[in-house]
């Protein structure tokens, strides 16, 4: 090859870009959120056949989209302090979303594209929100549940980041 630096670059960059992300990495804190995880790829050639999300702690009124063709199923957890939701106590969120293909069919083929929604209420503060993605083919499966640290600033498979900005003040000056 004519120029194998340019080629190692080529290669680093797109494994840094291949891995699940959110259509809106960044959202108002108490609003409506559509959580939509893109995933881009399989692992290593192989077909993706579940999909597995991980909720933070604080979202409200989670629920998950339903996909033709996967089965989903949802775990749930309790809440450390209940809520009232229009007069009704709120226990506990939703944990977990998990979407498995109904067979060879369904799968995700690696050189293909698809979506996985989770519509949220997200917390009133502004701060940071990981969601961690296991991402299970036929061979081999992607964690994406690593968060950066200082000694792994670029995680080989990162968690998925949402930053929840300040709601706009509703003061105006005079």
């Keep these: 090859m004519k120029h194998p630096h340019l080629f190692a670059l080529l290669l680093s960059t797109t494994a840094v870009s291949a891995h699940v992300t959110l259509d809106q990495p960044a959202a108002q804190a108490g609003s409506s959120y559509r959580a939509t995880f893109k995933i881009g790829h399989g692992c290593d050639g192989a077909p993706t056949k579940v999909v597995v999300v991980t909720l933070p702690e604080g979202l409200r009124g989670a629920k998950p989209m339903p996909k033709p063709g996967w089965t989903l199923t949802t775990t749930r957890r309790p809440l450390r302090a209940p ?92």
């Design 83 to 174: 809520y009232d939701n229009h007069g009704k106590s709120v226990t506990d969120e939703l944990a977990e979303v998990r979407w498995a293909a109904n067979g060879e069919a369904n799968y995700l083929p690696d050189a293909w594209y698809d979506e996985f929604v989770v519509r949220t209420g997200l917390p009133v503060e502004p701060g940071t929100l990981w969601f961690g993605v296991r991402q299970i083919c036929t061979q081999g499966e992607w964690n994406w549940s690593e968060k950066p640290s200082a000694t792994t600033p670029t995680p080989r498979a990162p968690a998925i980041k949402l930053t929840v900005t300040p709601a706009p003040s509703t003061e105006h000056a005079h």
